[in-house]
């Protein structure tokens, strides 16, 4: 039982790593003549990664306008050398006076394409044969991302849904109580005729009595009291532990900038933005500089991307309302989790490509990061730090290494 | 050293056994701080009543229930436009150069966010090993609100650049125009450029002169090598190709010239290794001296002489090497030590091997020393006459000339540069009287201090952090000085300012570069010039010098006229008490004294700290019957301060001595009204600045002042077994020699302490950090104490809590005194006399079984897995019960919060100051323990990055700050289970010669291992039985 759950949580897992292994996966699948007929051009799911890393910020992969042209049919409206000298220095061809290049120049605002040198020919054509591939299948493509979205999934916590669930039923309960009470009312008057009881009490006072004589009963009245004080006393101690607790924090920030819209259905990279999450401590709140890559060219009339041009004009920086505050006594660092780790951002952010604006999911406390610490394998693969751990962790256990087995539970991990 | 009749002290009480230094002991902690009135806020008192805090507490626990109910919103606020290789969050190194008042370093600034946070050494530099105490705090100089905001006119601080600069450059051509002479007055100028700013200043205004003095001379020693080798300046020592080295009067560890350069070559004379065909030789060093100065406490033998001695320590030296190797002698009374014959002897033995080097500012005394070591064959091998050392190029004569011309009226415009002369010379007073009389004065200094609030305009030159430059400290070796944040004041670097006034282009960076361009990029770099320039920039340093033979020079000095000059002014006997200025290692010339952490540190010798005082021997103590802490007048001729008496054993007896540096008057909140200035009553002797200026008398003026002290603080209450050493002649034949190897008694006969265990050990699988401490090549110097503080946020306390024994220091250099047998009272008063030194840095040992784990009621102090003991500040309630437990007194407790209290005004509580704190450490609050991490976000940090990399760390990638700071290379930290490593190396050899636990007799088997220190000295010195 445990192992089948453990092995749907790795598919779950498996299949929201990125969309885009599971777009091509589709892709894939559903036109497999397609794949191998571009096989012999070029390796579409090298190109896939290529295309991913550095040309989707400015081009899509449809026919439709980003930064650059959309690149549809590129391999049919340019010859194969053009590109790749084109892709290698843009600039010394518009320098040289191709008149393609200068057309294309001159279209897009004078703006100038990066020059990718590195890229050899034979990545230049596994890109090609990604984008083909890409609009061969593009209904596979937009069936694609919901599903992947969904596998994501994770709830932290009870949802709203639930808890409004929870509330029309008590409400219903209640109506319900209070029909009853009426009905009952109404019986008993109907059987006395006169409104009174059996014995000649009304029914109200005859239940108010009974409620009298219970109230006055020192064993239930003592249990009512211990069953209040508990139940205060627990409200205070989760309420006690959830002081500074954050979760669901999801403040009005300066510019109405939606993951959503960027990370969920243009799929940038997170990478792309968030510059120091590989690097370092902090995973960067983008400077306008990185806005300005797309933005010098895409909606530029629009009230919110005119708010980043008023900053840079005014030479004031956006001051962003911070979401995640991991209190000052704790060190963190992205790049141990991501570079090192290799967790996915969603991990501890939520559904980040989901969210309109940005909340924060996980609860941040010390048990949240033990608990992980406890539960999660250490990333050892390919990594030479941790050979003569995992060696001499499989000769003592037959368990994974777990973070915690190498001092991930220690104070001075996080603290000093 | 329980085998021995040895005794080792911590201080005078500690050997007398004092009633308070007993008291003192047994407490743990100083309870009923004499002066607690101070600090009676309902907060932070420590004499808070009862009611007080309850009113504290109910208001605390309102307070934070109404906190509680809404998180403030905290701003996350990025850059706009990031530069280019910034990332927040991860630091940044540049490569730049500290050269200002007399000292050198090539340094590598640590920048977070654009805002330098730490000074480290540069390895690349072929000079500077090592970084110390001081160039450590001039990072805390940047951030000193005290400092000019802009440029001032008179009084008036609103004027602008632009302003100031029409009016000084219109003024400048009238003085010039009318033949009136210019004086542009500063300390040594080790920058090239800066030179050649200057000679385009005097071309522009033709009637300038550019005079260059040192608060701490050396114009004698330039004067003397003029007359005897035709070449006014400073040759390059080294020390590490001595085999016996003799000092008189030269602290050459400490204050004399290049100390971090010449304690690195002097630390590699005295390391030793008991690998098999390991080094077991080592220099032997004497020492002549009039106070105990830190050169002297390294020593193998030393011997107090009287200033008015010292010239014929010289004399007599030389006539003992001169007969003995059949040159002429020379007329001059003979001064009857007798380590004057030993190290004659040992210097003839290892000639051309030999090195003497003297401090004393006389050119009589020096060019004895010159002949000296010219008949030792020392030219050439241990002193390289082709290279010249630039650090010292003051003249005191020209220096004097110019007073003269001041208060003659005769000057048109003065400027001063990296000089505040009206503090730091003997004659200030007759310039601060004359200045105001010049028509045009400007200071480029960055407050108005003594000097500067005397002139017409202050111009504040920024702080070499944010500064372009260059410096030739040696001839042939080159450094670079580059900003590492933008301007914090509206401040121009002074050699922007003297081109702007030359009607250069004031951009000073391309002046700089083009400088290089023409005249060292041609000096055989090679290759295009800017990759040559980036090249230069990036290592900091451009060493075509490096690898040139070292050269000799025929010595053409009249030796006979000096020998005359020296009998003339020195005495083999005399019984009045004399004086003797000093040099501070932390403090130096004052410059840089309202620097809370240079006031902190503690001087080597006497661990006082934040103040100056007169230092008497035992013997002139008591004729005098004063005691530590009674305040004397001690009269120069008139001139007089009032002093603290600190009674110092190895101080020649019938001197007083002052340090200079104190007293400054207008420096800053830190530094005003610390101690006493001394520099007037410095005195000229023909001409030459003397620190030794005569005959004194000392008086009672019936006052006490404490001197804050830390010697006796967290004493190890007689343990022994802390210090072990040996002599080398013992060490030769065992390597254990020196060591103590505690037996237990049991039932099965005795077993070593190791061996016996209630505790079941730790399991290191990954890493065991460590370190080793060679007790032999520490010298004392106290750089790793600064490079804690500014690594790890170490809070300031100040004079009172010192007093109050509440230093928070994470480090501190344990200096013991010890001597043979005081069992008798004649012996006590021997053993103070000139006592041995031993100095021991002590942090947190790590102990593996860790006495203060066990006690930790809330578990706020734990072990890792790597072999250290954590601290977890927020778990800490502040029982110290580890303190309490801890043997080794390591563990600090936060009496106040430091950080945000207004008594405790040490750039800490500011905004510009709280820009220095490492924000990869926490900055503990009130009531919380303390201690050494063995830099752990440092460890964290290389792990990280070795693992982001995919890899090992390396050794030596990892490094604390302690150890990376040691100009001598004293501490190794490394990882142990890495057989590889440095340290792992060291102790492979060692663990069966020199290496030892502290308090090895119980058991808790620190990760800190010493090395027994080895003395030079006769065997017979010593019970060498271990």
Same mark, same amino acid.
């Given at each position: 039982?445990?192992?089948?759950?453990?092995?749907?949580?790795?598919?779950?897992?498996?299949?929201?790593?990125?969309?885009?292994?599971?777009?091509?996966?589709?892709?894939?699948?559903?036109?497999?003549?397609?794949?191998?007929?571009?096989?012999?051009?070029?390796?579409?799911?090298?190109?896939?990664?290529?295309?991913?890393?550095?040309?989707?910020?400015?081009?899509?992969?449809?026919?439709?306008?980003?930064?650059?042209?959309?690149?549809?049919?590129?391999?049919?409206?340019?010859?194969?050398?053009?590109?790749?000298?084109?892709?290698?220095?843009?600039?010394?061809?518009?320098?040289?006076?191709?008149?393609?290049?200068?057309?294309?120049?001159?279209?897009?605002?004078?703006?100038?394409?990066?020059?990718?040198?590195?890229?050899?020919?034979?990545?230049?054509?596994?890109?090609?044969?990604?984008?083909?591939?890409?609009?061969?299948?593009?209904?596979?493509?937009?069936?694609?991302?919901?599903?992947?979205?969904?596998?994501?999934?994770?709830?932290?916590?009870?949802?709203?849904?639930?808890?409004?669930?929870?509330?029309?039923?008590?409400?219903?309960?209640?109506?319900?109580?209070?029909?009853?009470?009426?009905?009952?009312?109404?019986?008993?008057?109907?059987?006395?005729?006169?409104?009174?009881?059996?014995?000649?009490?009304?029914?109200?006072?005859?239940?108010?009595?009974?409620?009298?004589?219970?109230?006055?009963?020192?064993?239930?009245?003592?249990?009512?009291?211990?069953?209040?004080?508990?139940?205060?006393?627990?409200?205070?101690?989760?309420?006690?532990?959830?002081?500074?607790?954050?979760?669901?924090?999801?403040?009005?920030?300066?510019?109405?900038?939606?993951?959503?819209?960027?990370?969920?259905?243009?799929?940038?990279?997170?990478?792309?933005?968030?510059?120091?999450?590989?690097?370092?401590?902090?995973?960067?709140?983008?400077?306008?500089?990185?806005?300005?890559?797309?933005?010098?060219?895409?909606?530029?009339?629009?009230?919110?991307?005119?708010?980043?041009?008023?900053?840079?004009?005014?030479?004031?920086?956006?001051?962003?309302?911070?979401?995640?505050?991991?209190?000052?006594?704790?060190?963190?660092?992205?790049?141990?989790?991501?570079?090192?780790?290799?967790?996915?951002?969603?991990?501890?952010?939520?559904?980040?490509?989901?969210?309109?604006?940005?909340?924060?999911?996980?609860?941040?406390?010390?048990?949240?990061?033990?608990?992980?610490?406890?539960?999660?394998?250490?990333?050892?693969?390919?990594?030479?730090?941790?050979?003569?751990?995992?060696?001499?962790?499989?000769?003592?256990?037959?368990?994974?290494?777990?973070?915690?087995?190498?001092?991930?539970?220690?104070?001075?991990?996080?603290?000093? | 050293?329980?085998?021995?009749?040895?005794?080792?002290?911590?201080?005078?009480? =500690?050997?007398?056994?004092?009633?308070?230094?007993?008291?003192?002991?047994?407490?743990?902690?100083?309870?009923?701080?004499?002066?607690?009135?101070?600090?009676?806020?309902? !907060?932070?008192?420590?004499?808070?009543?009862?009611?007080?805090?309850?009113?504290?507490?109910?208001?605390?626990?309102?307070?934070?229930?109404?906190?509680?109910?809404?998180?403030?919103?905290?701003?996350? &606020?990025?850059?706009?436009?990031?530069? =280019?290789?910034?990332?927040?969050? &991860?630091? $940044?190194?540049?490569?730049?150069?500290?050269?200002?008042?007399?000292?050198?370093?090539?340094?590598?600034?640590?920048?977070?966010?654009?805002?330098?946070?730490?000074?480290?050494?540069?390895?690349?530099?072929?000079?500077?090993?090592?970084?110390?105490?001081?160039?450590?705090?001039?990072?805390?100089?940047?951030?000193?609100?005290?400092?000019?905001?802009?440029?001032?006119?008179?009084?008036?601080?609103?004027?602008?650049?632009?302003?100031?600069?029409?009016?000084?450059?219109?003024?400048?051509?009238?003085?010039?125009?009318?033949?009136?002479?210019?004086?542009?007055?500063?300390?040594?100028?080790?920058?090239?450029?800066?030179?050649?700013?200057?000679?385009?200043?005097?071309?522009?205004?033709?009637?300038?002169?550019?005079?260059?003095?040192?608060?701490?001379?050396?114009?004698?020693?330039?004067?003397? $090598?003029?007359?005897?080798?035709?070449?006014?300046?400073?040759?390059?020592?080294?020390?590490?190709?001595?085999?016996?080295?003799?000092?008189?009067?030269?602290?050459?560890?400490?204050?004399?010239?290049?100390?971090?350069?010449?304690?690195?070559?002097?630390?590699?004379?005295?390391?030793?290794?008991?690998?098999?065909?390991?080094?077991?030789?080592?220099?032997?060093?004497?020492?002549?001296?009039?106070?105990?100065?830190?050169?002297?406490?390294?020593?193998?033998?030393?011997?107090?002489?009287?200033?008015?001695?010292?010239?014929?320590?010289?004399?007599?030296?030389?006539?003992?090497?001169?007969?003995?190797?059949?040159?002429?002698?020379?007329?001059?009374?003979?001064?009857?030590?007798?380590?004057?014959?030993?190290?004659?002897?040992?210097?003839?033995?290892?000639?051309?091997?030999?090195?003497?080097?003297?401090?004393?500012?006389?050119?009589?005394?020096?060019?004895?020393?010159?002949?000296?070591?010219?008949?030792?064959?020392?030219?050439?091998?241990?002193?390289?006459?082709?290279?010249?050392?630039?650090?010292?190029?003051?003249?005191?004569?020209?220096? $004097?000339?110019?007073?003269?011309?001041? /208060?003659?009226?005769?000057?048109?415009?003065?400027?001063?540069?990296?000089?505040?002369?009206?503090?730091?010379?003997?004659?200030?007073?007759?310039?601060?009287?004359?200045?105001?009389?010049?028509?045009?004065?400007?200071?480029?200094?960055?407050?108005?201090?003594?000097?500067?609030?005397?002139?017409?305009?202050?111009?504040?030159?920024?702080?070499?952090?944010?500064?372009?430059?260059?410096?030739?400290?040696?001839?042939?070796?080159?450094?670079?000085?580059?900003?590492? &944040?933008?301007?914090?004041?509206?401040?121009?670097?002074?050699?922007?300012?003297?081109?702007?006034?030359?009607?250069?282009?004031?951009?000073?960076?391309?002046? !700089?570069?083009?400088?290089?361009?023409?005249?060292?990029?041609?000096?055989?770099?090679?290759?295009?010039?800017?990759?040559?320039?980036?090249?230069?920039?990036?290592?900091?340093?451009?060493?075509?010098?490096?690898?040139?033979?070292?050269?000799?020079?025929?010595?053409?000095?009249?030796?006979?006229?000096?020998?005359?000059?020296?009998?003339?002014?020195?005495?083999?006997?005399?019984?009045?008490? =004399?004086?003797?200025?000093?040099?501070?290692?932390?403090?130096?010339?004052?410059?840089?004294?309202?620097?809370?952490?240079?006031?902190?540190?503690?001087?080597?010798?006497?661990?006082?700290?934040?103040?100056?005082?007169?230092?008497?021997?035992?013997?002139?103590?008591?004729?005098?019957?004063?005691?530590?802490?009674?305040?004397?007048?001690?009269?120069?001729?008139?001139?007089?301060?009032?002093?603290?008496?600190?009674?110092?054993?190895?101080?020649? &007896?019938?001197?007083?001595?002052?340090?200079?540096?104190?007293?400054?008057?207008?420096?800053?909140?830190?530094?005003?009204?610390?101690?006493? $200035?001394?520099?007037?009553?410095?005195?000229?002797?023909?001409?030459?600045?003397?620190?030794?200026?005569?005959?004194?008398?000392?008086?009672?003026?019936?006052?006490? /002042?404490?001197?804050?002290?830390?010697?006796?603080?967290?004493?190890?209450?007689?343990?022994?077994?802390?210090?072990?050493?040996?002599?080398?002649?013992?060490?030769?034949?065992?390597?254990?020699?020196?060591?103590? !190897?505690?037996?237990?008694?049991?039932?099965?006969?005795?077993?070593?302490?190791?061996?016996?265990?209630?505790?079941?050990?730790?399991?290191?699988?990954?890493?065991?950090?460590?370190?080793?401490?060679?007790?032999?090549?520490?010298?004392?110097?106290?750089?790793?104490?600064?490079?804690?503080?500014?690594?790890?946020?170490?809070?300031?306390?100040?004079?009172?809590?010192?007093?109050?024994?509440?230093?928070?220091?994470?480090?501190?250099?344990?200096?013991?005194?010890?001597?043979?047998?005081?069992?008798?009272?004649?012996?006590?008063?021997?053993?103070?006399?000139?006592?041995?030194?031993?100095?021991?840095?002590?942090?947190?040992?790590?102990?593996?079984?860790?006495?203060?784990?066990?006690?930790?009621?809330?578990?706020?102090?734990?072990?890792?897995?790597?072999?250290?003991?954590?601290?977890?500040?927020?778990?800490?309630?502040?029982?110290?019960?580890?303190?309490?437990?801890?043997?080794?007194?390591?563990?600090?407790?936060?009496?106040?919060?430091?950080?945000?209290?207004?008594?405790?005004?040490?750039?800490?509580?500011?905004?510009?100051?709280?820009?220095?704190?490492?924000?990869?450490?926490?900055?503990?609050?009130?009531?919380?323990?303390?201690?050494?991490?063995?830099?752990?976000?440092?460890?964290?940090?290389?792990?990280?990055?070795?693992?982001?990399?995919?890899?090992?760390?390396?050794?030596?990638?990892?490094?604390?700050?302690?150890?990376?700071?040691?100009?001598?290379?004293?501490?190794?930290?490394?990882?142990?289970?890495?057989?590889?490593?440095?340290?792992?190396?060291?102790?492979?050899? =060692?663990?069966?010669?020199?290496?030892?636990?502290?308090?090895?007799?119980?058991?808790?088997?620190?990760?800190?291992?010493?090395?027994?220190?080895?003395?030079?000295?006769?065997?017979?010195?010593?019970?060498?039985?271990?």
């Amino acid at each position: 039982m445990n192992i089948q759950i453990k092995k749907t949580a790795l598919i779950a897992k498996k299949l929201s790593v990125r969309m885009k292994k599971f777009i091509v996966g589709l892709a894939l699948l559903c036109s497999p003549f397609l794949a191998f007929a571009q096989d012999a051009e070029g390796d579409a799911a090298k190109g896939e990664t290529l295309f991913k890393n550095n040309c989707s910020s400015c081009h899509n992969v449809t026919a439709e306008k980003s930064v650059g042209p959309g690149l549809k049919g590129i391999s049919e409206r340019r010859d194969f050398p053009w590109l790749v000298s084109w892709i290698h220095n843009s600039q010394a061809m518009i320098a040289s006076g191709d008149p393609a290049a200068v057309k294309l120049y001159n279209e897009y605002n004078q703006a100038q394409m990066t020059s990718f040198p590195n890229l050899s020919e034979d990545d230049i054509k596994g890109i090609l044969a990604y984008i083909d591939q890409a609009n061969a299948a593009p209904v596979a493509a937009d069936g694609g991302s919901p599903a992947a979205g969904a596998a994501v999934a994770q709830s932290s916590g009870p949802s709203d849904l639930f808890v409004l669930v929870l509330i029309a039923l008590l409400v219903v309960m209640l109506l319900v109580l209070g029909v009853l009470l009426v009905i009952v009312t109404l019986l008993s008057k109907a059987v006395s005729g006169d409104a009174t009881g059996a014995d000649g009490v009304p029914f109200m006072d005859r239940l108010k009595t009974t409620f009298s004589k219970a109230a006055n009963n020192p064993a239930i009245r003592s249990a009512t009291i211990w069953v209040f004080v508990l139940l205060v006393t627990k409200a205070l101690i989760d309420g006690a532990y959830n002081v500074g607790v954050q979760q669901g924090y999801a403040p009005k920030q300066p510019i109405a900038f939606s993951h959503k819209l960027h990370a969920g259905e243009y799929q940038i990279d997170c990478n792309y933005c968030h510059t120091g999450v590989n690097r370092g401590k902090s995973a960067h709140i983008p400077s306008a500089n990185i806005c300005m890559n797309c933005h010098g060219a895409i909606k530029k009339e629009s009230p919110e991307i005119q708010k980043i041009y008023a900053a840079i004009e005014t030479n004031q920086p956006i001051e962003w309302v911070r979401v995640h505050n991991l209190p000052d006594l704790a060190y963190f660092n992205h790049s141990q989790h991501v570079n090192v780790g290799g967790l996915e951002c969603q991990q501890c952010h939520g559904e980040i490509e989901k969210m309109e604006v940005v909340e924060q999911r996980s609860s941040l406390t010390m048990g949240w990061c033990i608990d992980c610490h406890r539960k999660t394998e250490v990333n050892t693969k390919g990594n030479a730090y941790y050979d003569k751990l995992v060696q001499l962790h499989n000769s003592e256990s037959k368990e994974a290494l777990k973070v915690a087995d190498i001092g991930g539970l220690e104070c001075s991990k996080c603290h000093y | 050293m329980k085998d021995t009749n040895k005794r080792y002290w911590k201080g005078l009480e =500690e050997l007398r056994n004092d009633e308070n230094f007993v008291k003192n002991a047994n407490s743990e902690f100083a309870q009923n701080a004499p002066d607690s009135s101070n600090y009676d806020s309902l !907060v932070d008192g420590m004499g808070t009543h009862r009611r007080d805090f309850l009113k504290v507490l109910g208001f605390g626990m309102a307070a934070v229930s109404l906190a509680a109910c809404e998180t403030p919103v905290k701003k996350a &606020i990025p850059y706009l436009n990031k530069p =280019e290789g910034e990332y927040p969050t &991860i630091a $940044n190194w540049y490569a730049s150069t500290y050269a200002e008042g007399g000292d050198y370093a090539s340094v590598l600034v640590k920048t977070r966010e654009g805002r330098p946070i730490k000074i480290e050494p540069n390895t690349l530099s072929g000079i500077s090993k090592g970084v110390s105490g001081r160039v450590h705090a001039s990072l805390l100089s940047l951030y000193d609100v005290e400092k000019l905001k802009g440029p001032r006119k008179g009084e008036d601080t609103k004027v602008s650049w632009e302003q100031v600069d029409k009016e000084i450059m219109s003024q400048l051509a009238q003085v010039a125009t009318s033949g009136t002479p210019i004086r542009l007055v500063s300390s040594s100028v080790v920058s090239p450029s800066t030179k050649a700013v200057i000679s385009d200043f005097i071309a522009k205004y033709p009637t300038t002169q550019h005079i260059q003095y040192d608060a701490n001379s050396a114009s004698a020693l330039l004067d003397a $090598n003029s007359t005897s080798f035709g070449k006014a300046a400073i040759p390059a020592y080294d020390f590490s190709k001595a085999k016996t080295i003799v000092g008189i009067d030269a602290d050459f560890l400490g204050s004399w010239l290049a100390p971090e350069m010449f304690s690195m070559q002097y630390a590699e004379t005295r390391r030793l290794s008991s690998a098999k065909d390991g080094k077991r030789d080592m220099s032997r060093h004497y020492q002549f001296e009039t106070i105990l100065s830190l050169t002297g406490s390294n020593a193998d033998y030393r011997s107090a002489v009287k200033p008015s001695q010292i010239g014929l320590v010289a004399t007599t030296l030389y006539n003992k090497v001169a007969s003995k190797m059949g040159a002429q002698t020379i007329s001059a009374p003979a001064l009857t030590i007798p380590e004057l014959d030993k190290a004659a002897a040992d210097l003839i033995a290892s000639k051309g091997e030999s090195l003497v080097v003297c401090g004393v500012n006389d050119p009589a005394v020096q060019t004895i020393v010159n002949s000296l070591n010219s008949l030792l064959g020392s030219y050439g091998s241990t002193i390289n006459l082709g290279a010249s050392m630039n650090i010292r190029q003051g003249s005191d004569k020209a220096m $004097n000339g110019f007073i003269d011309e001041l /208060k003659g009226n005769k000057l048109g415009a003065v400027l001063f540069l990296d000089a505040n002369p009206v503090y730091n010379h003997p004659r200030g007073a007759e310039i601060a009287e004359a200045l105001p009389k010049v028509s045009l004065s400007i200071s480029f200094s960055d407050r108005a201090d003594e000097t500067g609030s005397l002139v017409k305009y202050i111009c504040p030159s920024s702080h070499y952090l944010e500064s372009w430059g260059d410096a030739e400290p040696i001839s042939g070796f080159y450094s670079l000085t580059q900003p590492t &944040i933008s301007l914090i004041y509206n401040t121009r670097q002074a050699q922007a300012s003297l081109l702007t006034w030359a009607g250069k282009n004031a951009d000073y960076h391309e002046y !700089v570069k083009a400088f290089w361009r023409s005249n060292i990029y041609t000096q055989g770099a090679g290759g295009n010039f800017e990759n040559f320039w980036i090249k230069a920039l990036h290592d900091g340093v451009f060493e075509p010098g490096k690898g040139t033979t070292t050269s000799g020079g025929s010595f053409t000095g009249d030796v006979a006229g000096a020998a005359a000059s020296i009998a003339k002014t020195y005495k083999a006997t005399s019984s009045a008490i =004399e004086l003797a200025l000093y040099e501070k290692v932390g403090m130096g010339t004052g410059h840089l004294a309202n620097n809370p952490w240079l006031q902190e540190m503690p001087e080597p010798v006497t661990k006082a700290c934040w103040d100056n005082y007169a230092s008497l021997s035992k013997q002139t103590a008591a004729e005098l019957g004063v005691e530590q802490g009674d305040v004397v007048k001690v009269d120069l001729k008139g001139k007089s301060v009032d002093l603290p008496v600190i009674v110092q054993p190895g101080q020649a &007896i019938g001197t007083v001595a002052v340090a200079i540096g104190y007293g400054r008057e207008k420096a800053g909140k830190s530094a005003d009204g610390v101690g006493k $200035n001394v520099f007037p009553m410095a005195s000229f002797a023909n001409g030459y600045l003397s620190f030794l200026p005569g005959e004194v008398s000392v008086s009672k003026t019936g006052d006490f /002042k404490e001197i804050a002290q830390t010697q006796t603080h967290d004493t190890v209450m007689g343990r022994e077994s802390v210090l072990q050493e040996t002599v080398l002649a013992a060490y030769k034949k065992d390597t254990m020699a020196g060591r103590f !190897v505690p037996k237990i008694e049991t039932s099965e006969g005795p077993k070593e302490a190791t061996d016996i265990s209630l505790w079941n050990g730790h399991k290191y699988p990954n890493h065991s950090w460590g370190m080793v401490i060679d007790l032999n090549t520490c010298t004392g110097c106290s750089a790793c104490v600064v490079a804690c503080q500014s690594e790890n946020n170490v809070a300031v306390v100040g004079r009172q809590e010192v007093i109050n024994r509440r230093e928070m220091h994470w480090i501190r250099i344990d200096r013991y005194y010890s001597s043979e047998s005081v069992d008798s009272t004649a012996g006590l008063e021997k053993a103070s006399e000139n006592p041995e030194v031993t100095f021991q840095p002590l942090m947190c040992q790590h102990c593996n079984n860790a006495p203060c784990e066990t006690v930790c009621p809330v578990l706020a102090t734990t072990h890792s897995s790597e072999g250290l003991n954590q601290m977890t500040y927020n778990r800490c309630v502040g029982t110290r019960y580890c303190a309490n437990n801890c043997p080794y007194k390591v563990r600090r407790f936060n009496w106040f919060k430091y950080f945000d209290n207004e008594n405790f005004d040490y750039h800490f509580n500011n905004d510009l100051g709280k820009m220095v704190i490492n924000p990869e450490v926490t900055v503990r609050s009130r009531g919380v323990i303390e201690k050494c991490s063995m830099c752990v976000q440092r460890i964290q940090e290389g792990k990280l990055t070795a693992r982001k990399e995919r890899r090992r760390p390396q050794d030596g990638e990892i490094v604390t700050a302690c150890a990376q700071t040691c100009p001598t290379n004293a501490i190794t930290f490394g990882d142990m289970n890495d057989p590889e490593s440095a340290i792992s190396k060291i102790l492979e050899v =060692e663990r069966e010669g020199r290496a030892f636990h502290m308090l090895e007799e119980i058991n808790v088997r620190p990760q800190v291992s010493y090395l027994t220190k080895v003395r030079n000295k006769e065997a017979a010195a010593q019970n060498t039985e271990a």
